[in-house]
């Protein structure tokens, strides 16, 4: 396979580029023996056994007879009892034709051999385990892809060109938990420097948490993703999966769901704002319900089509309940607050709420809450981070959604309204 485009930027400045040979090789006189017929090469010069397939190798190069010429190097390097200076020489030869040549093979052995014998610069051997590791991923043999990228990072070369090696080949290789143990840190090098993460690099991880079969890693990744890219298709799977996991309580908690995809504004179509807003007068919360059809209705999705006769019902009923509603809402709040049971504090909370009035809903909230007879107190908790975030408080939002115990959802829905503000 020809590797020229993918080994040339490499190999520039090696001193193993065709036109300068001349700069790799000894002079001339140093391939002939030495003065008074010694037949061992002394310091840096090359024997003729040596240096004469060599110079030939040259001049098929010259004719862009490659394969001819890497033949000369093999014959070159044949030759038995080779100093090091001789033998370095021929390797480096070797990788110079053999690139030439395409022979991926031949070239991998020679740059192997180079670094090795420790023949290069310290610079030198870092480009070379560099292009080593890209020769090998681009055979596909991705141990030594491992391998040459690691001994790369070691030796100082372009560590984001190796770590995306590694990347790479642990992923063909199908060493997924490498590849999120690599793409984790690469993400977090960039955050120690200052920079976020792109879209593109945690949508990779994300992938390769599927790829590992790591649900609540994939999904720790989609909530980095909701805050930092708030794009719908990330929310609309983030909460999906939230839901299917293991004892997340959908329907005690089917109203708050609305409520938080509500407030991301993943709710548009008619039948979804009239389904949320049949549960909220069903709760007992007809301000809600007429604010979120009054939405529906101003954004056309509701009041017009097939089910225009059932949602206008629909938006009476909670007009009148409204209506009533705010009649009581004084005396059913002093009712409440001074019974016995939390339930009924919490649910004027909630009716406070509905009508926008969030500072009304946080004392009362905060006042069922302690009088510590709640059937779901982190329920309470839930919607009392979502008071504290309307009216701007984060950091009680985030204290309240801290002390979240439960595990079967509230805990999920506040850290997500706590994402969806960050997102805002």
């Not at 870092?126 to 055979?139: P, R």
Request: no cysteine; glycine share 8%; aromatic share 6%.
């Amino acid at each position: 396979m020809t590797r020229t485009r993918l080994f040339t930027a490499a190999l520039l400045g090696t001193a193993l580029a065709f036109g300068s040979f001349a700069a790799v090789m000894a002079p001339s006189e140093a391939f002939a023996q030495k003065a008074g017929g010694e037949k061992k090469a002394s310091g840096d010069t090359v024997r003729p056994e040596v240096g004469t397939p060599l110079q030939a190798a040259q001049e098929l190069v010259k004719q862009k007879k490659y394969k001819e010429a890497l033949a000369k190097v093999k014959e070159a390097d044949a030759v038995p009892n080779k100093t090091p200076f001789e033998a370095s020489t021929v390797l480096q030869f070797k990788v110079a034709v053999a690139q030439a040549a395409g022979d991926s093979e031949e070239l991998e052995k020679g740059m192997e051999g180079l670094v090795a014998a420790g023949a290069l610069q310290p610079a030198q051997q870092a480009q070379y385990a560099l292009v080593l590791a890209q020769s090998y991923l681009t055979d596909k043999n991705y141990a030594k892809t491992i391998a040459w990228a690691q001994k790369a990072i070691s030796l100082g070369a372009n560590e984001a060109q190796a770590r995306n090696m590694l990347l790479a080949a642990y992923f063909e290789s199908k060493d997924y938990a490498n590849a999120v143990k690599e793409m984790s840190s690469k993400i977090a090098a960039a955050e120690r420097a200052g920079q976020r993460p792109t879209q593109r690099e945690l949508e990779i991880l994300a992938s390769l948490q599927i790829s590992n079969n790591n649900e609540a890693g994939y999904i720790s990744v989609l909530e980095r993703l909701v805050a930092l890219y708030p794009e719908k298709k990330y929310w609309e799977d983030l909460l999906n999966r939230v839901q299917r996991k293991p004892g997340f309580n959908r329907d005690r908690l089917a109203l708050d769901i609305y409520r938080l995809k509500y407030t991301i504004g993943l709710l548009e179509s008619g039948g979804e704002l009239m389904e949320m807003a049949q549960l909220s007068l069903q709760a007992g919360n007809p301000g809600e319900a007429q604010a979120i059809i009054d939405k529906g209705y101003a954004s056309g999705v509701m009041g017009n089509g097939p089910e225009a006769e059932r949602q206008k019902r629909l938006k009476d009923m909670a007009s009148k309940q409204v209506g009533d509603d705010k009649k009581a809402l004084a005396q059913t709040e002093s009712e409440a607050l001074s019974g016995a049971n939390a339930g009924p504090i919490l649910r004027v909370a909630e009716a406070y709420a509905g009508y926008g009035q969030f500072d009304k809903a946080v004392t009362l909230a905060e006042a069922a809450i302690a009088k510590g007879n709640l059937k779901n107190p982190d329920d309470a908790r839930l919607r009392l981070v979502t008071y504290y975030l309307a009216l701007g408080q984060k950091a009680k939002a985030e204290a309240t959604a801290k002390a979240i115990k439960a595990t079967d959802g509230p805990a999920d829905l506040a850290r997500l309204s706590l994402l969806a503000a960050k997102a805002k």
